[in-house]
């Protein structure tokens, strides 16, 4: 069985590891989380855990999922063996198990008890329109049917018991809501916050069952979900908090602007607003958050739950594909495929599906085997060492890509590119330089 429970037993094994950086100093729920959480990933620090949080007694953490090894840490297994296992997930999901009573319902606030202030939500860029929700997954239902989704999207606090939400055209939680206000009904939604790790990965893929349930199977056991308190909406049972509420119908209200995951700030969007109906927590929980722009943001929205599809496009039209990455610092445009080149055309042909793979991807290198796809200073020596621009560098203009990427149109039309870098044919003679690794602490 698993060792990670919950957050918490995450947090400890990450601890374990070397990966949880405790913030002893008492911090600002205006800006400064967000510029520590920013400061954190770039050092390559542990995940920043805020034990003071100004105004509040509650705890904070952020950062948890920025790096692919606290992901492999997450989904135990190593960062090479990330992608396989979340396509036999995807593959084979494991049903959840309900139980009667829940940590996350260790506390129940209704009513007008109701104060989203008392919830540490920060404000996390300097231009941020206000406190965002972003470490949040929704639990969404049919409103006449079974189907359970999990999804990330955006939620700004804009009163004691009022969210916006912005909801993606391509979501299955827009297809819930609209057939909710095609009847003239709310929507109930609970948001999660504070989860086993696999909960927020399994929120950032497309499948057309139940989420959760491909979290169990990352997991290897089937999820423990609680009902509701105001909904038949089955929730994590050991969820730090869970906020219950209805998306009214036929209302729009400006929400944003918020750091996106292309670096830029977004534009302020007319959203569907939420009521909040009950906020359930555990005892002293401790609330997740996802600093807008960050690697966590591309890593649950653009880079992990993509990989297996490019995995699986770039593996039909080569079994020379050893391995894909949609590296964080390219904002999920950049794929990276490994291959094991047998036809010098090959690279180019693996690039472009890649680029079909997902509408996102707009630049994709193709590396040999002795390159570390995870290493941008390995990747930019292949791209110096092996790449003729004559040659090498092909581009496909007038393509569909994200609306959001600032090198496209407004309806996402734009240039793509395919770069290879792999060795060609007169230099396979060549020899890499590789020494042996060492343990430096026998020498220092």
């Known amino acids: 069985m698993s060792r990670i429970k919950d957050l918490r037993t995450f947090m400890d094994l990450l601890e374990e590891n070397g990966q949880l950086a ?3 100093k008492e911090v600002s729920l205006d800006h400064e989380i967000g510029n520590v959480i920013r400061a954190c990933e770039n050092a390559g620090t542990g995940a920043p855990y805020f034990e003071k949080v100004a105004g509040t007694e509650r705890t904070l953490i952020g950062g948890i999922l920025s790096s692919m090894d606290r992901i492999a840490l997450a989904m135990e297994c190593s960062k090479e063996q ?3 296992k979340l396509m036999a997930a995807l593959e084979c999901p494991v049903g959840t198990v309900k139980v009667e009573s829940a940590p996350c319902q260790e506390n129940i606030i209704e009513g007008d008890d109701v104060d989203l202030s008392k919830v540490p939500i920060p404000i996390h860029a300097p231009k941020d ?20 989704n999990l999804s990330f999207q955006r939620m700004q606090v804009k009163g004691k018991n009022k969210l916006s939400i912005m909801i993606n055209e391509w979501r299955h939680l827009k297809d819930f809501y609209d057939a909710a206000e095609a009847q003239g009904k709310p929507l109930p939604v609970s948001i999660v916050i504070g989860a086993d790790p696999v909960i927020y ?12 349930e491909v979290a169990g199977a990352i997991r290897g056991e089937p999820v423990a979900v609680v009902k509701s308190v105001n909904s038949d909406i089955y929730v994590p049972a050991t969820a730090e908090y869970v906020i219950e509420a209805e998306i009214i119908p036929d209302i729009r ?3 944003g602007p918020l750091g996106e995951f292309t670096g830029h700030y977004s534009d ?8 909040v109906k009950a906020i359930t927590h555990r005892n002293n929980p401790i609330y997740q958050t996802i600093a807008g722009a960050s690697f966590e943001h591309i890593n649950l929205g653009g880079v992990v739950p993509r990989e297996p599809l490019v995995m699986k496009n770039c593996r039909y039209v080569s079994k020379g594909v050893k391995d894909v990455h949609l590296a964080p610092y390219g904002s999920g ?8 080149k047998s036809n010098p055309g090959e690279p180019k042909n693996v690039a472009m599906a890649a680029m079909i793979s997902y509408v996102n991807i707009k630049n994709v290198i193709v590396v040999d085997e002795d390159v570390d796809i995870y290493n941008p200073a390995d990747i930019l020596w292949a791209f110096s060492n092996r790449v003729v621009p004559a040659k090498d560098i092909f581009y496909v203009p007038n393509s569909q890509g994200h609306e959001l990427d600032p090198t496209s149109d407004n309806r996402g039309v734009q240039t793509k590119m395919g770069i290879d870098a792999t060795l060609d044919e007169e230099s396979k003679g060549l020899e890499r330089v590789v020494y042996d690794p060492v343990n430096l602490a026998d020498y220092l």
């Open 82 to 84: 990330i992608i396989e």
């Open 268 to 275: 302020p969007w007319p959203s569907p607003v939420m009521t």
């Open 333 to 340: 445009f950049l794929a990276i495929v490994k291959l094991k």
């Open 22 to 24: 405790r913030i002893k």
């Open 201 to 212: 990965i399994g929120a950032g893929l497309r499948h057309d069952g139940d989420e959760m």
């Open 253 to 255: 209200e400006e929400e």
């Open 129 to 148: 329109g206000g406190p965002f929700i972003t470490g949040g997954v929704i639990v969404s239902k049919e409103l006449d049917g079974t189907r359970h």
